[in-house]
């Protein structure tokens, strides 16, 4: 097994976020329409997405790429559902590409 060794720029990072924050936002639309598991499921990859963009952070913060790189392998990996729609950061696709490839 290989372990990724990308860490994103600041702007795919800053990306990610408000992709997930985009993502997130939208499970408040589902809700009114009364899809209540949907938006469980929503909020669970939510949560793990965030998780793993502070913990991106932090460990670029402290110097540790390694740590970084994992993380953001799990961010990428958790948005690549979305990599082929419109919507999807363009900045994210080559990152999303390489992540593929860490595997």
């Known amino acids: 097994m290989t372990f990724p ?3 994103p720029t600041a702007e795919q990072y800053d990306a990610a976020r408000f992709f997930v924050l985009t993502r997130e936002r939208s499970a408040g ?9 949907v938006v469980s499921i929503y909020g669970s990859w939510s949560s793990l997405m965030t998780k793993c963009l502070v913990r991106t952070r932090l460990a670029m913060d402290r110097g540790d790429l390694a740590e970084a790189a ?24 080559e990152a999303g590409a390489a992540a593929r490839d860490w595997g």
């Open 5 to 7: 060794t990308e860490v």
């Open 29 to 37: 639309q589902l809700l009114r329409g009364g899809e209540r598991e």
């Open 70 to 93: 994992r993380a953001w392998a799990v961010v990428l990996e958790g948005i690549s559902w979305w990599a082929s729609t419109p919507e999807f950061p363009e900045v994210l696709r």
